[in-house]
Every structure is written in C-alpha cells, then in structure tokens.
Nanobody
Framework: QVQLVESGGGLVQAGGSLRLSCAAS????????MAWFRQAPGKEREFVAT????????YYADSVKGRFTISRDNAKNTVYLQMNDLKPEDTAVYFC?????????????????WGQGTQVTVAS
C-alpha cells in the first residue's frame, strides 16, 4: 500500500513558477513509476507528466513540454513537478499517481494509487 500526499500548490501570476511535491509512504516507492495529472473544473482528468522508477525516462503532455519538469528523489520518497512559465490554462487540481508495475503510462486507469490533489491557480 502506498499513500501519496501532494503539496506546493497555490496562487501565482501568469509567467510565474511553482514546484509541486508528492511525498510517498511505503518502502517500495523506488520501484513505482510516478506521474502527475490535473483536473480543471468541468473537465476530465488529464495526463501531465510521468517518470520511470529509476528516473531515466520521462514523458510529458504536449501542453506542458518545455515548461514543466518531473523528477524524483527515491531516497526521500518524493516526486516533484517544477512548473515554469505558468499560464491561466494550467489552473487545475494537480494529482500525483503511482504505478506499481514501474511502467509509465499516460492513462489514468493504469495507476494504482492517487493523492488527494493540490490546487494550482494561475492568474492572468
């Protein structure tokens, strides 16, 4: 069982930056692929970024490529999402997710564990 707790959300002006963190419990965290998803009001949850268990492979949604960076520190059981050049359309609740298989996916259904989410609001 893995528990995920996100933090780092908030209100920021367009063009600003935020770094989200996702702290995981469980001794097997280092074997899990991790991902970030987001959900805006009235919209479906959408894939943002994912990273393999060793951190050697990352993959991003086209909408955030070049602006967001996913990383992880297995010694700290934490995954990060550095968000730069934020835009109003990035406003959403951001969720981290873990896949016990260690493989990266862009479909939410593939992930086994989810955090409660952290709100990111980008003002224009």
């Amino acid at each position: 069982q893995v528990q995920l707790v996100e933090s780092g959300g908030g209100l920021v002006q367009a063009g600003g930056s935020l770094r989200l963190s996702c702290a995981a419990s469980g001794r097997t965290f280092s074997r899990y692929a991790m991902a970030w998803f987001r959900q805006a009001p009235g919209k479906e949850r959408e894939f943002v970024a994912t990273i393999t268990w060793i951190g050697s492979i990352t993959y991003y949604a086209d909408s955030v490529k070049g602006r967001f960076t996913i990383s992880r520190d297995n010694a700290k059981n934490t995954v990060y999402l550095q968000m730069n050049d934020l835009k109003p359309e990035d406003t959403a609740v951001y969720f981290c997710a873990a896949d016990a298989s260690g493989a990266i996916h862009i479909g939410a259904i593939s992930y086994d564990y989810w955090g409660q989410g952290t709100q990111v609001t980008v003002a224009s």
